[in-house]
Nanobody, 129 residues
């Protein structure tokens, strides 16, 4: 297991930007594919983005493609989500997550909630119109 702590959430106007960070501790961070999910009030937790252990492969939900960028710094044991052109519908609690398996290839990006075994506590992002 790896322990995860998110930061960087807050209140921003529509069209603005935020960068979320996820600091990891515990097991070797570079062995884990990483992802971001979000959950809006009254809705299911949904996939946002994922990045492979190598950092060379990324996957995004259609709703955020072209606006959000996921990245990682294995030396700092940190994952990031750069969010731009934010919309009110992006308002949610954002969670970072670590992949469940260490057997995936270096370029595999998990996208299902069941693929992730460790979760952070979440950080609130609110986009005002």
């Amino acid at each position: 297991q790896v322990q995860l702590v998110e930061s960087g959430g807050g209140l921003v106007q529509a069209g603005g930007s935020l960068r979320l960070s996820c600091a990891a501790s515990g097991r070797t961070f570079s062995n884990y594919a990483m992802g971001w999910f979000r959950q809006a009030p009254g809705k299911e937790r949904e996939f946002v983005a994922a990045i492979s252990t190598s950092g060379s492969s990324r996957s995004y939900a259609d709703s955020v493609k072209g606006r959000f960028t996921i990245s990682r710094d294995n030396a700092r044991k940190t994952e990031y989500l750069q969010m731009s052109s934010l919309k009110p519908e992006d308002t949610a609690v954002y969670y970072c997550a670590a992949g469940r398996s260490l057997a995936w290839g270096r370029n595999f990006t998990p996208t299902r909630r069941a693929d992730f075994g460790s979760w952070g506590q979440g950080t609130q992002v609110t986009v005002s119109s």
